[in-house]
């Protein structure tokens, strides 16, 4: 098997594996319980906690915990622009973010909040002077991803942040790092950043954890689901211990960003040699993108079809974001792509136990596909 979506999901690493079976089976008390098992599954969730914010440059106050990725962005998104409504009702983004960003910020445009949606450039990039020719001093919310899941499009939030402050100073500063955490440096003090958003399963921890990095006096408007108070009253509800053990155990497997750097790099760099000489590729590669990621099109031919053909053959990507299957991508939509390469687009995202022989079996495969799918076509 060659699984190259890992910007989707990764594999549980067996160190994640371990310890949420550990937690399940030995310490398995409710961490707000008073007893021995509660007292060791509360360790468990401080111990990861420290750990994720060692990981991103915070305290371990400032962190929640939640089901994902996809609620932390919701919890970041309505409670900062809900708590700050008085003080002012526009939102700035980017046209390219995920959807479990995108989806709140229309729920909120729907309650009255105006929006300004900053498009990228041909190549995938969200450009800083086009994020602060769109603030304003009575915009209380900036959301910009870190890595973009499709193209791999990094955002230089440390070098625009303080210059957003001095225009719109009431914003409170997202950025969803989930394509990020763990393979590239991550400080959210360097970032400035007020919220940042990391998932578990993209970091080799099981699915159904993730959490939300809240900076320290910033304000959220707790969500409508209330109960037991935890997570500092933000995430009530019982913790889900073995899910967070398992995210600090995949979090002290990873390798290196340096490791992970040098290892990616080649990867792909292996790709583009590999796939380089034929005419029907089109690439969709942003400048200074991460490695990790690469996006291009098989032209004459549908993503969907390339995707079955390739997982006939055990080889494993995806045609864009898992959360728009069956849908045109909103990201190279904004780009401006014609429609028939966008349904072309293919998207290799590479993982920590990828190898290059990875990268000739898929060259192969994408070779055979294209010879076999273009005779079908023509008879």
């Given at each position: 098997m060659v699984y190259l979506d890992n910007s989707a999901t990764t594999p549980v690493c067996p160190q994640a594996a371990e310890a949420a079976l550990q937690m399940m089976t030995e310490n398995f008390g409710n961490p707000s319980s008073l007893h021995t098992l509660g007292i060791r599954a509360e360790e468990s969730l401080a111990d990861t906690r420290a750990r994720l914010a060692d990981t991103i440059g915070c305290t371990p106050a400032e962190i929640t915990f939640t089901s994902g990725g996809t609620e932390a962005n919701n919890l970041a998104i309505l409670g900062a622009a809900i708590a700050r409504q008085r003080r002012g009702r526009h939102i700035v983004v980017s046209a390219i973010e995920h959807a479990s960003v995108s989806a709140p910020i229309e729920r909120l445009e729907q309650q009255g909040f105006e929006v300004t949606r900053v498009l990228p450039q041909a190549d995938g990039r969200i450009l800083p002077a086009d994020v602060l020719s769109a603030c304003r001093a009575d915009t209380v919310l900036v959301s910009v991803m870190l890595v973009n899941n499709e193209t791999g499009a990094v955002f230089p939030m440390d070098r625009v942040a303080a210059k957003i402050r001095k225009i719109a100073p009431l914003a409170a500063l997202h950025i969803d790092a989930v394509q990020a955490v763990g393979k590239i440096?991550?400080?959210?003090?360097?970032?400035?950043?007020?919220?940042?958003?990391?998932?578990?399963?993209?970091?080799?921890?099981?699915?159904?954890?993730?959490?939300?990095?809240?900076?320290?006096?910033?304000?959220?408007?707790?969500?409508?689901?209330?109960?037991?108070?935890?997570?500092?009253?933000?995430?009530?509800?019982?913790?889900?211990?073995?899910?967070?053990?398992?995210?600090?155990?995949?979090?002290?497997?990873?390798?290196?960003?340096?490791?992970?750097?040098?290892?990616?790099?080649?990867?792909?760099?292996?790709?583009?040699?590999?796939?380089?000489?034929?005419?029907?590729?089109?690439?969709?590669?942003?400048?200074d993108g991460v490695p990790y990621i690469v996006n291009f099109s098989v032209m004459g031919l549908r993503s969907e079809t390339l995707i079955h053909f390739l997982a006939e053959r055990e080889i494993y990507l995806s045609g864009g974001s898992a959360c728009s299957k069956g849908h045109l991508s909103p990201v190279l939509t904004a780009m401006g792509l014609p429609a028939e390469e966008i349904d072309s687009a293919l998207r290799v995202s590479f993982g920590k136990d990828n190898t290059t022989d990875d990268v000739d079996k898929l060259a192969d495969a994408l070779a055979d596909a294209i010879q076999t799918l273009t005779k079908r076509r023509a008879l």
């Open positions: 440096p991550v400080n959210v003090k360097k970032l400035d950043a007020d919220l940042l958003t990391v998932s578990g399963h993209k970091l080799y921890a099981p699915k159904g954890v993730g959490a939300l990095y809240c900076r320290k006096g910033v304000r959220l408007t707790p969500p409508s689901a209330l109960g037991g108070g935890q997570e500092k009253s933000l995430r009530s509800g019982t913790e889900n211990t073995a899910g967070i053990a398992a995210f600090g155990a995949a979090l002290a497997a990873l390798p290196t960003t340096a490791e992970s750097a040098a290892h990616y790099s080649a990867l792909r760099q292996h790709l583009l040699e590999r796939l380089n000489g034929r005419s029907e590729i089109r690439w969709h590669l942003p400048e």
